[in-house]
């Protein structure tokens, strides 16, 4: 039990589709991410979120839109996704972003898969 | 910018094998170093860390020492497990980056 819950488990959606992923922590974390994570390649990370407030995107096209309504939650949103967005998606959280030793905690990643 | 190497794999060991994964890092100032793993459909765990030259982190029978001097960060255990068998990420994160970077990660396998 890691305190960071991600859901769904597994999507499947076609190109034309509008979804969302889910991320809560449940550990009082002040920082949180979105990473993707494809096949043969190294985690890429895409947002950032400190006190609610995205401190980072990391060039990601603008079919993915990040929503922080508050230090607990974390969303995804997804609409007109193509086939290579196929990937796992993790979420983390940590004290805050101030402090680089503070560790990351993850979420056990929505499977998405593009049709 | 920040950067970590980390050995390629697959690794396949023996059980009660002696394991070692490298990890180099290039980072401004002075990092704290991280091992997270990975197991089969699960999201990464952290497995050990360090904030500062020669700390030595260590977990469930892995450490590894941050050495300065070789900006490195292998990680060892003296006996694996089949229940080691898993995805093994170094990274790093600097005052200046304020993120995690990691490795490209190294697959180990290990066989009864």
């Known amino acids: 039990e890691t305190g960071v819950t991600q859901t769904p488990r597994h999507l499947v959606m076609g190109m034309t589709n509008k979804k969302s992923l889910k991320c809560e922590q449940h550990l009082g974390h002040n920082a949180m991410y979105w990473y993707k994570q494809s096949a043969k390649k190294p985690l890429e990370l895409m947002f950032v979120y400190n006190f609610k407030e995205q401190t980072e995107n990391n060039s990601v096209p603008s079919r993915f839109s990040p929503e922080c309504p508050n230090s607990s939650h974390l969303f995804l949103h997804l609409h007109t996704l193509q086939p290579e967005d196929s990937a796992l998606y993790l979420c983390a959280s940590s004290r805050e972003l101030a402090d680089p030793s503070y560790e990351q905690y993850f979420g056990p990643g929505t499977r998405l898969t593009v049709t | ?112």
């Not at chain 2, 994964?21 to 100032?29: D, H, M």
């Not at chain 2, 020492?65 to 229940?83: A, D, I, W």
């Open chain 2, 1 to 112: 910018g920040d950067s970590v190497t980390q050995m390629e794999g697959p690794v396949t060991l023996s059980e009660e094998a002696f394991l070692t994964i490298n990890c180099t890092y290039t980072a401004t100032g002075y990092p704290s170093l991280f091992w997270y793993v990975q197991y089969p459909g699960e999201g990464l765990q952290l497995l050990l860390k360090a904030t500062k030259a020669d700390d030595k982190g260590s977990n469930k029978g892995f450490e590894a020492t941050y050495r300065k001097e070789t900006t490195s960060f292998h990680l060892e255990k003296g006996s694996v497990q089949v229940s080691d068998s898993a995805v093994y990420f170094c990274a790093l994160a600097s005052g200046s980056a304020r993120q995690l970077t990691f490795g490209s990660g190294t697959q180990l396998t290990v066989l009864p």
